[in-house]
């Protein structure tokens, strides 16, 4: 009888939080370019005349489009290995 009981609870308890996980928000996709040698005005959005990068334009006219980022080091290595980790050359 004890084991009904329980087996009933859990049951129930769930049911319940499963109810919460399906309406949970959709977490938003993130897209990063991280290009060497690419500055800021030359990709076609951001104003570049001569260039055409159709498929980047329709990514930025349907999300956010960041116009300021400082990089953690002058060179390509770790100034990557700075965007993956979050952390600096600094000691």
């Known amino acids: 009888m004890k ?3 329980s087996l009933i609870t859990t049951l129930v308890g769930m049911s319940l939080l499963g109810g919460n996980i399906a309406l949970a928000e959709e977490q938003p996709n993130l ?3 991280y290009v060497d040698d690419l500055g800021y005005g030359d990709l076609a959005n951001y104003g ?3 260039l055409k990068t159709p498929n980047i334009d329709k ?3 349907a999300g956010i489009k960041y116009t300021q ?3 953690p080091a002058p060179l390509c290595s770790p100034s990557r ?3 993956l980790t ?3 050359d600094e000691v």
């Open 3 to 5: 084991f009904k009981k």
């Open 31 to 33: 897209v990063i370019f």
């Open 48 to 50: 570049h005349p001569i």
């Open 59 to 61: 990514l930025a006219a």
């Open 69 to 71: 980022y400082y990089s």
């Open 81 to 83: 290995a700075g965007m």
């Open 86 to 88: 979050g952390r600096t």
